[in-house]
């Protein structure tokens, strides 16, 4: 018998419009992993190494990115985390508005696990909520 995993998400998102919508669109879906909102790069690069006194995301934990952000974006938090040895293999989802191809195959070159638009994503919210509800299931620790 497998046992299911509790699954924590990271919110990177500097509008807090779309983060209560992407939020709301999780819970609506029946995603009942917590949350923890970080409004750009920086802080989401303190929770996920615990150096947030406020906010915690345990493992495992998927990373749900925007890329347009102040401070540090998107780009900059991948390459941060992919260099980091205890942060590399942490999965992480780009959710934004961009849908350049350019910033699509940078993000790829950075072993995002996914590539989602914020205006596709919106009115079929279901399937991020699948996505993330199959990655759970499917996840196993060592």
């Known amino acids: 018998m497998t046992e299911t995993l509790n699954l924590n998400i990271v919110l990177v998102e500097d509008d807090d419009v779309a983060a209560e919508s992407v939020m709301r669109g999780l819970a609506r879906s029946g995603v009942t992993a917590p949350v923890t909102w970080a409004l750009d790069g920086e802080m989401a690069l303190r929770v996920l190494r615990g150096a947030d006194p406020e906010r915690r995301a345990q493992r495992p934990r998927v990373v749900l990115l925007d890329l347009n952000m102040p401070r540090m974006n998107g780009f900059e938090f991948l390459q941060h985390v992919r260099a980091d040895p205890a942060l590399r293999d942490d999965v992480v989802f780009v959710l934004t508005t961009s849908d350049a191809?350019?910033?699509?195959?940078?993000?790829?070159?950075?072993?995002?696990?996914?590539?989602?638009?914020?205006?596709?994503?919106?009115?079929?919210?279901?399937?991020?909520?699948?996505l993330l509800q199959s990655y759970r299931l499917a996840v196993r620790l060592p």
């Open 101 to 130: 191809d350019a910033d699509r195959t940078r993000a790829y070159h950075e072993n995002v696990a996914g590539y989602m638009v914020k205006a596709s994503v919106g009115p079929q919210f279901a399937k991020l909520a699948q």
